[in-house]
């Protein structure tokens, strides 16, 4: 099982409700994914030289203002961090490689979830209520959401597998289904100087979808090779800065259910998450078909 | 006619069920609206009377499953597998169907006025599916017996390893399943299609339909076949 819930928001006026509008569809795939959750939310695009790192630690009593010390004293550069217990968002304007490895070298316990300009991420193990109400989903704003409920089948709970999973700057996954050749794409692309950060399938879609991208494809590109090179079932979510993108295999095994009004697109593995938008009786409601790509621009 | 109503979201799924299974009073043949059905799964699954229900918004999974006499209409979408598992009765989608819609129903009649999706009639073991738009691939999948009538398109591997039943499409068939052909309508079958049709109360010539049944290839082992069929 697991579910996917996404929502993009097509009136301007409505982008400060996006977390109060996505909770309920979150909470509502609870019973197909109630191990663990995550979103990932994208927000107003900082300017070009700065990146925002979404970063995860183990306990809620991380010393992150100590880490803001180091980074200053280390760095000599200002590290903005945005705390919520055991996750932060900590914006530089330092080269994104100096960062990354810095955190690496001194704080290796930690997990970058994201980097990017306007990507935020978070993800933990628990129910998708108790995620939730953990990182104020509800006062999130933004132009679109993608997010998951899980239940595990293929690899540890841990928050690390939880979803969504991320690969190069703004761009995230989310999964619901399994594919039958993850070790085979994580061998074609260890070869290219690709890391992997857990033993999780979906995570070979997402930095195989990523590398494609990085080498020149736009996303359609990208996911027409995904069909050919991912094996399995699924039905992929993905966001970049400014879109929203859908795909299901060729048989159809996982749900997808898409409302689309003149305000939003969401979409969820069933209709039940849908069930309790605004308006949503008069939203064109259809199911996506299989190996047909859905791409949507915020 | 006497009428009752339950708003899934006062009462529980459970609830409203359990009571239509209970219900053998007077009027069996009385309507019951189901309100704010949000998708909800199994709702009205396992009646064995002939209740009119009517659900009010779109359904979840298994709606109406292993339905026995009662007459089921959902007033928006079904989710997968509805009507699965039919005996006998009437089960009726105003929009479209998800995965699996009738899979092995052994009677009764399945209308989806739009689209059903993959899977549709699966393993049928003698129900009646009449889908008013097109069916996903790998529809009538094992199909046993029964019949289905498709008004629009059907998908990749249509009727794949079909017994005895037979799929009527008057769109294109973009591919068929093993063992599965076309072949020429008869006169019964004009009169299926035209009866099936008359019940769903949809208007189409049965002269534009194409019977597709099984060239009964797969009945038997062939060992010079290699494998490849």
């Given at each position: 099982m697991c579910?996917?819930?996404?929502?993009?928001?097509?009136?301007?006026?409505?982008?400060?409700?996006?977390?109060?509008?996505?909770?309920?569809?979150?909470?509502?795939?609870?019973?197909?994914?109630?191990?663990?959750a995550g979103l990932a939310v994208f927000t107003d695009t900082l300017p070009d030289r700065e990146r925002k790192y979404s970063l995860h630690a183990g306990a809620d009593d991380f010393n992150w203002a100590g880490l803001g010390h180091d980074f200053q004293a280390h760095l000599a550069a200002e590290a903005k961090l945005s705390v919520q217990g055991n996750h932060a968002v900590l914006v530089s304007d330092l080269a994104p490689d100096t960062v990354r490895l810095w955190l690496k070298e001194h704080y290796p316990q930690l997990?970058?979830?994201?980097?990017?300009?306007?990507?935020?991420?978070?993800?933990?193990?628990?129910?998708?209520g108790a995620v939730a109400e953990r990182y104020d989903f509800k006062a999130l704003k933004g132009s679109h959401v993608?997010?998951?409920?899980?239940?595990?089948?293929?690899?540890?709970?841990?928050?690390?597998h939880a979803h969504p999973f991320t690969a190069g700057e703004d761009f995230c996954l989310v999964h619901n289904g399994s594919l039958s050749n993850?070790?085979?794409?994580?061998?074609?692309?260890?070869?290219?100087?690709?890391?992997?950060?857990?033993?999780?399938?979906t995570e070979a879609a997402c930095r195989y979808l990523e590398w494609r991208m990085r080498e020149g494809d736009d996303l359609e590109s990208a996911l027409r090779k995904g069909i050919a090179e991912l094996d399995g079932f699924y039905t992929f979510l993905m966001g970049t800065t400014d879109k929203l993108a859908l795909l299901r295999d060729a048989f159809g095994c996982k749900p997808a259910v898409v409302a689309e009004s003149d305000d939003y697109v969401a979409i969820a593995s069933e209709f039940r998450s849908l069930a309790h938008l605004p308006d949503v009786q008069n939203a064109h409601i259809y199911e996506p078909a299989p190996e047909e790509m859905y791409v949507w621009t915020a | 006619m006497d009428s009752l109503s339950f708003d899934l979201r006062t009462t529980p799924l459970r609830e409203m069920n359990a009571f239509l299974h209970r219900h053998t009073d007077a009027d069996p043949t009385r309507e019951i609206a189901v309100l704010n059905p949000d998708?909800?799964?199994?709702?009205?699954?396992?009646?064995?009377?002939?209740?009119?229900?009517?659900?009010?918004?779109?359904?979840?999974?298994?709606?109406a499953g292993m339905n026995k006499l009662a007459h089921v209409t959902i007033h928006g979408n079904a989710g997968t597998g509805v009507a699965e598992n039919m005996m006998s009765g009437v089960v009726r989608v105003k929009g479209f169907a998800s995965n699996s819609a009738g899979a092995s129903a052994h009677g009764g009649l399945l209308i989806v006025d739009g689209d059903a999706s993959l899977r549709c009639g699966i393993s049928l073991k003698g129900g009646d599916i009449v889908v008013g738009?097109?069916?996903?691939?790998?529809?009538?999948?094992?199909a046993q017996a029964g019949r289905m009538v498709v008004c629009g398109d059907a998908g990749e591997a249509l009727g794949d390893s079909l017994y005895e039943a037979v799929i009527y499409v008057r769109g294109k068939i973009r591919s068929l399943g093993a063992d599965?052909?076309?072949e020429p309508m008869q006169e019964t079958d004009f009169q299926a299609v035209s009866e099936l049709l008359a019940q769903a109360g949809l208007n189409f010539d049965p002269e534009e339909f194409k019977r597709v049944a099984s060239a009964r290839q797969l009945y038997h082992w062939n060992a010079d076949a290699?494998?490849?069929y």
């Open positions: 579910g996917i819930v996404g929502l993009l928001i097509k009136n301007p006026a409505l982008r400060d409700r996006l977390g109060e509008l996505m909770v309920p569809m979150l909470i509502g795939m609870t019973e197909r994914g109630p191990d663990s997990h970058l979830l994201s980097v990017g300009r306007s990507i935020d991420l978070y993800k933990d193990i628990g129910t998708p993608v997010a998951h409920t899980r239940m595990a089948t293929e690899s540890a709970v841990t928050p690390a993850p070790y085979e794409v994580r061998r074609m692309l260890e070869p290219h100087g690709i890391h992997f950060d857990t033993d999780n399938d | 998708g909800a799964h199994n709702i009205a699954v396992g009646l064995d009377v002939p209740l009119h229900v009517d659900i009010r918004g779109h359904a979840g999974y298994y709606a738009g097109s069916v996903g691939s790998f529809s009538g999948f094992m599965a052909q076309i290699n494998q490849e």
